[in-house]
């Protein structure tokens, strides 16, 4: 079954220090995207990447880095920088670039104390 | 930058009834897309509907454009308790951008 898995679910860190969320796509989709959620609110975007070994910020970049080593796979780190890195991530990507329709996997809970 | 709006915010209706949700946005797009979010889950996408089409169908779901007014709508018909869920539109504003999306409505539909 084709799909995006993301791990682990719920994760719990302590202020000020790094965690990396995982990523991991078996569509061969080209472009994959982060983006965080916030209770009652939308999606805004971290960081996309068209292609492997490529990337850009997206609104809210400042205080995340990802890599693309692999077209299956996007990690994003959330460092101690982000202000306020308590949320729910969606990773998602899509065939090409721009509009095409997005598949998302079913999120990591970020808690942090 | 958020360019979807959904209205309204809420709205909960008895099964059977239809829903309709709204989108508006601000500049031009080459398409809109709306996409379904259970609790806690990943989002689902429904439906896609080209800045060139003015209504879309697929199964109970019903999607209209209107980019004159920078606006779509979402029905969904007879409802059912199992669309609960948070509905979201996302625009496509260049072909080469990730999609925007907006702040989302909550559907309530009650057994």
Known sequence: DGGITQSPKYLFRKEGQNVTLSCEQNLNHDAMYWYRQDPGQGLRLIYYSQIVNDFQKGDIAEGYSVSREKKESFPLTVTSAQKNPTAFYLCASSPTGGGSPLHFGNGTRLTVT | ?111
């Open chain 2, 1 to 111: 930058s958020q360019q979807g709006e959904e209205d309204p915010q809420a709205l909960s209706i008895q099964e059977g009834e239809n829903a309709t949700m709204n989108c508006s946005y601000k500049t031009s797009i080459n398409n809109l897309q709306w996409y379904r979010q259970n609790s806690g889950r990943g989002l689902v996408h429904l439906i896609l509907i080209r800045s060139n089409e003015r209504e879309k169908h697929s199964g109970r779901l019903r999607v209209t454009l209107d980019t004159s007014k920078k606006s779509s709508s979402l029905l969904i018909t007879a409802s059912r308790a199992a669309d609960t869920a948070s509905y979201f539109c996302a625009t496509d504003n260049s072909g080469n951008t990730p999609l925007v999306f907006g702040k989302g409505t909550r559907l309530s539909v009650i057994a």
